[in-house]
C-alpha cells in the first residue's frame, strides 16, 4: 500500500558528492518524519538524518556540515545531499518515513515504512 523509493546512490572518490532521492507512493493520507539511515558491512544500521513536518532538522555527528537533509512534501520526496564524502561513508542508505495510510475506504493507519536501499561506495 506504501512504497519508498530510493535513487542516486553510486561510486564516487573521496571528497566528492551524491544526492539520494527517496519518493514515497502509495494510498498515503499524511507524512510525519521522514529520513535516512545507513548500514555498512558488519555493522548496525545507524541514523544519519531525519526532519520532521516541522522542518527541524536533526543529523549524526559523523555527518554534520558536510550532509543535508531536505524535503519536498507536495511530492512526499525526501533529498540527501552529501558532500565532502569519506570511505567511512560506504554504506547502503536506506530512506525511512513514519505516516499514516489509507487502510480501507474510511480508515486510517499509522506505520512506519522503509525503502529497498541504494548502495553509496566513497573509493578512489
Known amino acids: 500500500q506504501v512504497q519508498l523509493v530510493e535513487s542516486g546512490g553510486g561510486l564516487v572518490q573521496p571528497g566528492g558528492s551524491l544526492r539520494l532521492s527517496c519518493a514515497a507512493s502509495g494510498r498515503i493520507f499524511s507524512i510525519n518524519t521522514m529520513g535516512w539511515y545507513r548500514q555498512a558491512p558488519g555493522k548496525q544500521r545507524e541514523l544519519v538524518a531525519t526532519m520532521p513536518n516541522s522542518g527541524s532538522t536533526n543529523y549524526a555527528d559523523s555527518v554534520k556540515g558536510r550532509f543535508t537533509i531536505s524535503r519536498d512534501n507536495a511530492n512526499n520526496t525526501v533529498y540527501l545531499q552529501m558532500n565532502s564524502l569519506k570511505p567511512e561513508d560506504t554504506a547502503v542508505y536506506y530512506c525511512?518515513?513514519?505516516?499514516?495510510?489509507?487502510?480501507?475506504?474510511?480508515?486510517?493507519?499509522?506505520?512506519?515504512?522503509w525503502g529497498q536501499g541504494t548502495q553509496v561506495t566513497v573509493s578512489s
Open positions: 525511512n518515513a513514519d505516516l499514516r495510510y489509507y487502510r480501507g475506504v474510511y480508515s486510517r493507519s499509522d506505520g512506519n515504512f
